[in-house]
């Protein structure tokens, strides 16, 4: 990237820092504009990471963005909006980011030393960026262990920071490193640690698998030797290539569905967390064991709070809508989402529940509500949703992973879980 001269950019930050002072606390001006007003300042870059679509980020301006608390502690931080689709897509990039929002702090000279990924209150925001403007962030975390690999607190901020920032194979060399330095370490708090490393090792790529093979199998497709992916060595081993299109299918299906098994018997349902219990069973569901997804959701709603995230409860609603597992279940979670916020998504998950459960009248009627109160490609699936109810037609939504690899319905791929 060519810079401008010195005088240039000194001109153009004054310009954004005046605008800025008549507007919002969002910087008017381009990431070097704002660079140079963060080094003037000696401050922090705030970049926060959106699209045009996302519902959370817009939700994320309205509540938190806005509120009072929030601007004060963020007074001295040069924050600066970045569409990730449009002008922002090489930034985007840059910093690895693949879900939205995504807010990523940097020192004035760009490297990033913390984020925040999706939604927060102005409390749990305020909390988040509190602690990251003291200094106690990802990158130094990531210091503290390599100093000290056995350093429980840093190894656990390290690892999810890693696994944010698609990093499962740093996260893995952590961890072992941690096994090995600390000799009497928690052994659970290890093993849950791999599990979830090696489950974002294996959905990366299973990912790249499909997308190899939908493009004909072209390119070179280079499989770390781990546990993760001994049944994916298998197929490829097997001149995948000449194979006739069908058979690849059949194997990096059946493939996908072994490996993950390996992984699910990694670990014990009795013994994890009220959130790990959710993403085992949403791990589960993903690669097709949809009874270990049912009986994870069921514990995960047995030892949930009195006030429980309706995001989550839709989402583990509607993973057993798809998979057609413990319904009575499933329509008690989609009340209870409901109850909590009612908005179109959660009564389209009831309705299709309802329906399925022989309620049809109640079904229609949320249906109805769910096709009238949203917009865009989500509305005209609601609606198609509603001719089919209203005609008695049977509805024939089933999870992407029936899919896998070719691309999935639009309706089934829509994650309604803890998705930004």
């Known amino acids: 990237m060519r810079r401008a001269p010195a005088l240039v950019v000194v001109i153009a930050a004054l310009l954004a820092v005046s605008c800025q002072q008549r507007d919002s606390f969002w910087f008017k001006g381009n990431l070097e504009s704002a660079a140079a007003v963060a080094r003037e300042r000696d401050s922090l870059l705030m970049l926060k990471f959106y699209t045009d679509w996302c519902n959370w980020c817009r939700r994320l301006d309205r509540e938190t963005f806005s509120d009072r608390d929030v601007r004060k502690q963020l007074r001295n931080v040069v924050a600066v909006r970045v569409n990730a689709e449009q002008e922002g897509k090489e930034l985007a990039r840059r910093y690895d980011v693949e879900s939205y929002p995504t807010i990523v702090f940097t020192d004035a000279e760009g490297d990033e030393i913390d984020r925040i990924i999706g939604y927060l209150t102005p409390e749990q925001f305020l909390t988040q960026a509190t602690r990251i403007q003291a200094g106690d962030t ?19 901020r390290a690892v999810i920071g890693l696994l944010e920032r698609s990093d499962p194979d740093g996260a893995i060399a952590r961890i072992k490193a941690f096994h090995e330095a600390a000799a009497d370490h928690d052994h659970l708090l290890c093993m849950q640690l791999m599990f979830k490393a090696r489950v974002a090792q294996q959905t990366r790529l299973y990912a790249r698998a499909a997308k190899l093979y939908r493009r004909g199998w072209v390119g070179d497709f280079r499989i770390p030797e781990s546990e993760t992916a001994s049944a994916l060595h298998a197929a ?3 001149d995948f290539g000449s194979l006739d299109r069908r058979d690849q299918a059949e194997l990096l299906h059946d493939a996908r569905y072994r490996d993950a098994a390996e992984l699910l018997g990694m670990v014990s349902l009795e013994r994890m967390s009220h959130d790990d219990l959710w993403d085992f069973g949403d791990f589960a569901f993903d690669n097709g064991h949809y009874d270990v997804a049912a009986d994870a959701f069921e514990r995960w709603y047995e030892t949930r709070a009195e006030a429980s995230d309706a995001v989550a409860l839709n989402g583990a609603a509607w993973r057993l809508y798809l998979a057609r597992r413990s319904l009575d279940l499933a329509v008690e979670m989609s009340r209870a989402a409901w109850a909590l916020r ?7 998950t009831l309705g299709r529940l309802l329906y399925i459960t022989g309620e049809r009248d109640e079904a229609i009627e949320m249906q109805r509500f769910a096709a009238d109160n949203e917009a865009g490609i989500r509305a005209q699936g609601f609606s198609d949703a509603l001719e089919l109810m209203e005609a008695g037609e049977e509805l024939e939504d089933e999870p992407a992973f029936e899919a896998y690899p070719d691309e999935p319905k639009p309706l089934s791929s829509m994650r309604r879980g803890r998705v930004i």
Do not use: E, G, M, T
């Not at 990531?142 to 840093?154: I, N, T, Y």
């Not at 009612?342 to 389209?348: L, S, T």
């Open 138 to 156: 990802f990158v130094s975390c990531l210091k503290r262990v390599s100093r000290d690999p056995s350093d429980q607190d840093a190894i656990v």
């Open 342 to 348: 009612p908005i179109a998504n959660y009564a389209d």
């Open 236 to 238: 490829l081993d097997r």
